[in-house]
Each structure stands twice: as C-alpha cells, then as structure tokens.
T-cell receptor
Framework: EAGVAQSPRYKIIEKRQSVAFWCNPI?????LYWYQQILGQGPKLLIQFQNNGVVDDSQLPKDRFSAERLKGVDSTLKIQPAKLEDSAVYLC?????????????FGPGTRLLVL | AQTVTQSQPEMSVQEAETVTLSCTYDTSESDYYLFWYKQPPSRQMILVIRQEAYKQQNATENRFSVNFQKAAKSFSLKISDSQLGDAAMYFCAYRLYSGGSNYKLTFGKGTLLTVNP
C-alpha cells in the first residue's frame, strides 16, 4: 500500500514570495490533515479536511495561508506572501473517515526555508 | 483545551538497555486516544503505539509498551532491548475519541532519544 506522498521535499524562497505544497493521501482515506512543525516543537494542526470539506481551520493564518482539496483526494497548501516565521516542515497526514480513522499516517514532509 | 507535556527534551540509552519516556496530558474529556509517534532524522512520522483511554490494559507492541495512568493523566513509553534504529524524536499525542468530526492530534514538544552502541 502506497503511503502519503508530498512534494516538493525541500523549498527555499525569499520572504514575500509565494509557495505551494502538494499532498496525495493514502487511497481511500477520507480525512486529510496539514500540520506545521517548527524546529524544536511538535506538529500543530493547520487544517483538516473531511472529503473536500473543511472541518477545522482555526489555526490557519488565513491572511496568508490557503488550502484546498478538490475532488476529495489531493490537496494543496499555499502561502502568499511568505514570512520568515513560516520556515518549518509542513506535514500532510491522512486517515480513514470517522471514528475508524484512529491512526493518522504521515507523509515525509516539505521543509520550507524562508530567507 | 487539551495540552500534552513531555518534560524530557533529550534522553540517552545504551544499546540493549531499557529506557522510559515520560508524557503527561491535560484534558477534561473521559474518552480519548493517546499515541506515541517516532520521527527519525528522515522526518517521516511513524506510529509506535496507541492506547484507548477506556481500556485498562496497557498497550504493547513487541519491544514497546506503555504505562497508562488515567487518573494521573500520565502516559509513558518503555522501550526494551533498545536498538540503534530506535534513535529518533519521539512525540506523545492526544486525540479525542469522538470529536464530532474533528480528529486533530495535539502533540507534545518531543523527546530526542539517542542510542549509544
């Protein structure tokens, strides 16, 4: 079974530029999560999708971050414009829908450096 | 709001020895899951073990076991017969058992485990 795929693996940009990350969840997983992991901290949820609907985006800085999950499969996370404090690893995870989705499976992450 | 605290930023263990990583959490809920995830230097987060709060029996997975103390809100991970491949950052995480449709994980800050040969 293929795992959660993410691309790119690394990205370096200048502040005020824009960047986009892509995630392909495990086949059949209805729930998709984007987490931000700043160096030295645990991951923090940015947004959760159930199929193509948003369940929780309370921690998403909506003035600069946006995310979508078209057709309930792949998802993209965009930052525009980027700030220095956005330097982090962005992790995508997926799980089965509902209470069956006890376990979240994580992708390898995208490491973003904003200069 | 739920919080997860890992009080040991770093731990080390000799190969083949046993080590225990600590985790405490704060919640007003009675039904929830607790997890230990491992994150090696390659950054892929991998599930180590899961505990359902309604189960009194401590979860075990091969060399990994937990000591779940619900009243004390404590959830420690014991690694027996430590191997070099166990070296990683370990995260303790919490999730509501049934949060409507919100299943977000709340993570601690992690414990960096070093295994010495």
């Amino acid at each position: 079974e293929a795992g959660v795929a993410q691309s790119p693996r690394y990205k370096i940009i200048e502040k005020r530029q824009s960047v986009a990350f892509w995630c392909n969840p495990i086949s059949g997983h209805a729930t998709l999560y984007w987490y931000q992991q700043i160096l030295g901290q645990g991951p923090k949820l940015l947004i959760q999708f159930q199929n193509n609907g948003v369940v929780d985006d309370s921690q998403l800085p909506k003035d600069r971050f946006s995310a979508e999950r078209l057709k309930g499969v792949d998802s993209t996370l965009k930052i525009q414009p980027a700030k220095l404090e956005d330097s982090a690893v962005y992790l995508c995870a997926s799980s089965l829908g509902g209470d069956r989705g006890k376990t979240q499976y994580f992708g390898p992450g995208t490491r973003l450096l904003v200069l | 709001a739920q919080t997860v605290t890992q009080s040991q930023p770093e731990m080390s263990v000799q190969e083949a020895e046993t080590v225990t990583l600590s985790c405490t959490y704060d919640t007003s809920e009675s039904d929830y899951y607790l997890f230990w995830y491992k994150q090696p230097p390659s950054r892929q987060m991998i599930l180590v073990i899961r505990q359902e709060a309604y189960k009194q029996q401590n979860a075990t997975e091969n060399r990994f076991s937990v000591n779940f103390q619900k009243a004390a809100k404590s959830f420690s991970l014991k690694i027996s017969d430590s191997q070099l491949g166990d070296a990683a950052m370990y995260f303790c995480a919490y999730r509501l058992y049934s949060g409507g449709s919100n299943y977000k994980l709340t993570f601690g800050k992690g414990t960096l485990l070093t295994v010495n040969p």
